[in-house]
């Protein structure tokens, strides 16, 4: 099981650094990272939670991301690679809409939506590759 979970991990950190270098360097391509902090300002809102620094929206929300994917990966792309990164690419497509949230960031034109979807699958074959490494 210990396996699973690292292969995920490594499958969601390949994630979020392929997102974080692709974001930061092009125009015209997802902004994940904005609906999750988007997400976690609402279920924060109400609570004794201060995450008024952007720094520390960005930081919980990518250590959210990371634990979040990782396990999902863990449990769904070690047997099911493609097929789990393509569930979960257009689950973050899909869903902020329906969820309340602002889904521009992963969903405002055709080219947005086909990357967001590629990075999930992108990295669910890393889940695989490095769990077939290592079991």
């Keep these: 099981m210990y396996?699973?979970?690292?292969?995920?991990?490594?499958g969601a950190l390949a994630l979020n650094i392929l997102h974080e270098i692709v974001r930061?360097?092009?125009?015209?391509?997802?902004?994940?990272?904005e609906?999750?902090?988007?997400?976690?300002?609402?279920?924060?809102?109400k609570t004794n939670i201060d995450l008024s620094d952007k720094d520390h929206i960005y930081a919980a929300?990518?250590?959210?991301?990371i634990i979040g994917n990782g396990l999902y990966y863990a449990?769904?792309?070690?047997?099911?690679?493609?097929?789990?990164?393509?569930l979960m690419g257009i689950a973050?497509?899909?869903l902020p809409k329906t969820l309340g949230l602002d889904d521009k960031p992963v969903?405002?034109?055709n080219q947005i939506k086909?990357?967001?979807?590629?990075?999930?699958?992108?990295?669910?074959?890393i889940t695989k590759f490095i769990y077939d490494k290592i079991k």
Excluded: Q, R, W
Aim: aromatic residues 6%.
């Design 35 to 45: 609906v999750g902090e988007e997400a976690l300002t609402k279920i924060t809102d």
């Design 75 to 86: 449990s769904t792309a070690t047997t099911h690679d493609v097929t789990s990164g393509l």
């Design 107 to 109: 969903a405002e034109n």
């Design 3 to 10: 396996k699973k979970i690292l292969a995920g991990l490594g």
């Design 114 to 125: 086909a990357m967001t979807i590629g990075y999930y699958v992108f990295g669910a074959l």
């Design 61 to 65: 929300t990518l250590a959210g991301d």
């Design 92 to 94: 973050t497509v899909a």
């Design 24 to 33: 930061k360097n092009f125009e015209n391509v997802p902004h994940i990272n």
